[in-house]
């Protein structure tokens, strides 16, 4: 059977869905994960050299691959168009911030996956709160957060919603560095955020919070399922799409339509960031009075994995970004030999136009990335031991959910000495 019969198989079952293995036998799928990298990437130049937008804000792991492979494409494209050139001369990814550069790809750890135990759940209770009403305020205090990187420094540091965060990443993860980064990074008065929607709740979310906190910011969001003559409204749910639909209608929103998100809640293998949950710590600052809240960090494994899981990872991650970003310059050349008619293309019709040296070389770069996969048996779960040695913390359980993201409960007497620090922070 071709590739096509077979996945085709796997979608119509009832009881099997398609590993991410074989969705990338798709060639298709490939195709419209790097034509979307590419399409970001222009509208981030015309956005940074035109109307002065200066950083990104990479708000999930979802958009990390994705926000990686723009500032490689940017690089490329600097080849040959000026403006390029211009951003690319003054661009970075992550936490390493050189001081002549100045337009910044800045993580941001909004990850509200969570899985909450029926003594959180009391907790909860006691607050009068509800699991969706938690995980709204842990996307609200993400729009507070990016809000807060608009500041100067002097002003950043004692907002509170900054100083959470900034305590989790030094006092409890002993990441001091990471702190400064964020105490350090020039002030992001017009960012672009570059985010993933499966339903679009999440998105709709952190930029409701954006709009209320009057941030001028520029939305370019990958939309999942958009698969040429049948899914025309893809798998975003109506009410966000409609709110989709007027940012755009007001030039503060670009959907990048997309066959197959391939890498969502596809863990670090593929998505190059770990997240790490305190369920602990976020019903703390509930309880301290915030009004919104997060207890969530990341580790980028292909940059600052140092842990002893990181490697296999990281080898992994970077055989897909070379893969999605190869294909990509494929399609930068296709479009330059099309000009206007490129856009009309479905992803089907761009991957007919490759040639047959490319389609060999994409081939290649495929069986890599699932070779690796395969041989690592990843996406996979850790479990607690793995845990407890990865993050070197006083822990009384751990585990990783299906959607990839770590939960931590740490032990009760390091904990409540840490609380009461926080407290003495947060002036509560």
Known sequence: MTNDIILNYFRSSNNVMPTVQEEMQDKANIVSYARGIYRAAKTVVQKANKEGYDGIINPSRGANPIALGVYYIVK?????????RSLAERMYFGINRKDNYNFSIVPVPLTADINMDNDDLKRLNRLNLTPDQVIDKMRYWGADFITALSYNKEKRVKDKNFQLIAWLFSEIERRHYVREFYENLPPLKKPILIDTAISGRASSTILQGLQKNELDVYSIIIGDGFVEGKEATGRLKDKYRRYFESLIHSDKLELVKMRRIITEDQGAALLGVYAAFYPQILLAALEMGLGNASAVTWY???????????????????????????????????????????EQLSDKDVLSLLSVDQINEMDKMIEDVVGKLKMYNMPRRENKNVIKRDFRLPISDAFET??????????????????RQLKEILGV
């Not at 897909?320 to 206007?340: D, P, Y």
């Open 300 to 342: 980028d494994v292909s940059r600052d994995g140092k842990r002893p899981s990181d490697l296999s990872y990281k080898e992994t991650y970077q055989s897909f970004i070379q893969l999605v970003t190869g294909i990509a310059k494929m399609i930068c050349s296709i479009e330059h030999q099309l000009g206007k008619e490129f």
């Open 76 to 84: 490329y494209m600097a080849k040959w168009d000026d403006d390029a």
């Open 402 to 419: 299906s959607s990839h993201v770590v939960h931590i409960k740490l032990q009760r007497n390091y904990l409540e000495n840490k609380l």
